[in-house]
């Protein structure tokens, strides 16, 4: 199963013959042997890291979660699906690694005018157009673009649930956001999951800084089931 999809509008056929013609050289993407721009599946490297690629007809996707996408996919008949390298298997937590991951997506989907990625680990299916400015940002140094990787459960009571940051760093994150609204949580489960996402899970009971003077988030890692929870105290 790949990590990413890019989805095309085009069929299949379309999409193999628009393959052929991009310009691979100027995107700073080489293949593994010559003869593989002309084949539909093989070994492609990206800023020095290995992918594997597969075009495909579209097929049912298990989508969690659209973001700035409409939730018909039968606009697309066809996909990009992207992988590890086998020389980076398990590069999922090796965060630069998914950052050059996340940019390949940009530039392939840029070059074949790809209409949404689907997101596997987190089952997010997102437009391409927002896909492509969060990882921009990301890239120019802003936040980890948890919308498009990471679903959120907000319907337990006053609990935030991720599900598909465990795929990034090993944990899932629950914040317990007692007494804010879940709206004004997102705003600390962002910045929690930028960390985790980016420096790696969290292995002892810590205190970090909160978001405004005087309060600290409470992180406690359970090991044994691989969730970080966390709870927002306040000064008062």
Same mark, same amino acid.
């Given at each position: ?62 989508? &969690? ?6 939730? !018909?996919?039968?606009?697309?008949? %066809? *996909? $990009?699906?992207?992988?590890? @390298? ?42 391409f157009d927002y896909y492509a400015e969060a990882v921009s ?5 802003? &936040? ?6 990471? !679903?959120?459960?907000?319907?337990? %009571? *006053? $609990?935030?649930?991720?599900? @598909? ?72």
């Amino acid at each position: 199963m790949s990590v990413m999809s890019l989805l095309i509008t085009q069929s299949c056929a379309e999409l193999e013959l628009a393959w052929q013609s991009v310009a691979f050289e100027k995107l700073g993407i080489s293949f593994a042997r010559e003869s593989a721009k002309a084949e539909t599946t093989g070994v492609i490297t990206f800023q020095s890291v290995s992918f594997t690629f597969s075009i495909q007809a579209m097929a049912h996707l298990e989508v &969690a979660k659209f973001i700035f996408c409409q939730s !018909d996919t039968s606009e697309f008949h %066809s *996909a $990009i699906h992207i992988d590890f @390298g086998p020389a980076v298997r398990g590069g999922n937590q090796v965060p630069a690694i998914v950052k050059v991951l996340l940019q390949l997506g940009v530039s392939l989907g840029q070059a074949l005018q790809a209409g949404a990625v689907f997101w596997r680990p987190g089952s997010i299916m997102s437009g391409f157009d927002y896909y492509a400015e969060a990882v921009s940002q990301y890239a120019d140094g802003g &936040a980890f673009p948890a919308l498009l990787c990471i !679903d959120f459960d907000t319907s337990y %009571s *006053a $609990i935030v649930q991720s599900r @598909g940051l465990n795929w990034l760093c090993g944990q899932e994150l629950a914040f317990d956001h007692t007494p804010l609204t879940s709206n004004i949580a997102m705003r600390y489960v962002v910045r929690l999951v930028h960390d985790l996402a980016t420096r790696g899970s969290v292995d002892q009971k810590i205190t970090v800084p909160g978001m405004t003077v005087g309060e600290t988030v409470l992180l406690m890692p359970d090991l044994h089931k691989k969730v970080l929870s966390a709870r927002l105290i306040t000064a008062n």
